[in-house]
Nanobody
Framework: QVQLVESGGGLVQAGASLRLSCAASGRTFSSNAMGWFRQAPGKEREFVATISSSGGDTYYADSVKGRFTITRDNAKNTVYLQMNSLKPEDTADYYC??????????????????WGQGTQVTVSS
């Protein structure tokens, strides 16, 4: 089982940028799609972005399109989420996850096997 550790969260003002990192250990995931999800207080965990195993294709939730960019460096077993033009509604705990084998990309929570513990992002107005 792979262990995922998110980092890079923090408290920023609206319009600022943050870069989240997700480092994997214990098992390679270079053959699997990866995803970022977020969960705000009192709300369900929602899809943010996903990336194919090679990094050649990406897909985003409408709420973050044009502002967020997901990338991966398989040599480092690391996935990133660059977040620009942050808005207060982006405030949430952000989680990275590894999709099950066979999914090219995935936006549904139940298609992911492994999850990190999350990193908090707070955007003030």
């Amino acid at each position: 089982q792979v262990q995922l550790v998110e980092s890079g969260g923090g408290l920023v003002q609206a319009g600022a940028s943050l870069r989240l990192s997700c480092a994997a250990s214990g098992r390679t995931f270079s053959s699997n799609a990866m995803g970022w999800f977020r969960q705000a207080p009192g709300k369900e965990r929602e899809f943010v972005a996903t990336i194919s195993s090679s990094g050649g294709d990406t897909y985003y939730a409408d709420s973050v399109k044009g502002r967020f960019t997901i990338t991966r460096d398989n040599a480092k077993n690391t996935v990133y989420l660059q977040m620009n033009s942050l808005k207060p509604e982006d405030t949430a705990d952000y989680y990275c996850a590894v999709a099950r084998a066979g999914f090219y990309m995935a936006s549904l929570r139940n298609r992911y096997d492994y999850w990190g513990q999350g990193t908090q992002v707070t955007v003030s107005s």
